[in-house]
């Protein structure tokens, strides 16, 4: 089992997002949320990796201006799925049905783009992992967008409720939404 790592210094998490706030709770002794207000729609990139790492960096940067951060590491990030195409967040049932039919019986990527701000020091980095999500109908597809609401999931799925994905490769915790074994690096690399 591996051992779980704490972090002592006040962190702040440029973040709404409640998985990432898990993830962090577990290790943060002094965790503050504060969810970035910025538009994402103008950001462009040339691969996932790109948009994941500038999403994350435009995050972590406005949250870290805040006067109330001046003393904290701030951690932004940002998700995506990718197949053939990126996949964010479904804005309707039928998208998100949408979104899990195109997965359905394939394997795809998860990246997770993450900046880690402290004092004058940025550190962007992103982790890739791969899911494989279980060939669905339809009707099961629209069963699970029932049943488990993942509007605010990019690729419209969560890896830890189990009911599509069948395997995975790489970080857990980057499909999550976190990758928490970089972040751990990192954050020791800022200390």
Request: proline share 4%; charged share 25%; hydrophobic share 40%.
């Amino acid at each position: 089992m591996a051992r779980i790592w704490k972090f002592s210094e006040p962190l702040t998490l440029a973040s709404a997002s409640p998985r990432r706030r898990e993830l962090l709770s577990a290790v943060a002794d002094d965790l503050v949320i504060t969810p970035a207000e910025v538009d994402e729609s103008g950001v462009t990139a040339t691969s996932p990796r790109t948009l994941v790492r500038e999403l994350s960096r435009l995050k972590a940067r406005a949250v870290a201006a805040l006067p109330e951060n001046a003393d904290r590491v701030v951690v932004g990030a940002d998700t995506v799925v990718y197949l053939d195409k990126i996949y964010g967040k479904p804005h309707s049932f039928e998208e998100a049905v949408e979104m899990i039919l195109a997965l359905s019986g394939k394997w795809h990527f998860v990246f997770t783009g993450v900046t880690v701000i402290r004092g004058g020091r940025e550190i962007t980095f992103s982790v890739r992992s791969s899911v494989l999500i279980k060939r669905l109908t339809r009707g099961q597809a629209e069963e699970y967008v029932r049943a488990f609401e993942p509007f605010d999931k990019a690729g419209g799925y969560a890896v830890q409720e189990g009911a599509v994905t069948q395997d995975y490769s790489g970080s857990y915790t980057n499909i999550v939404g976190l990758p928490m074994e970089r972040l751990r690096e990192v954050l020791r690399s800022l200390g």
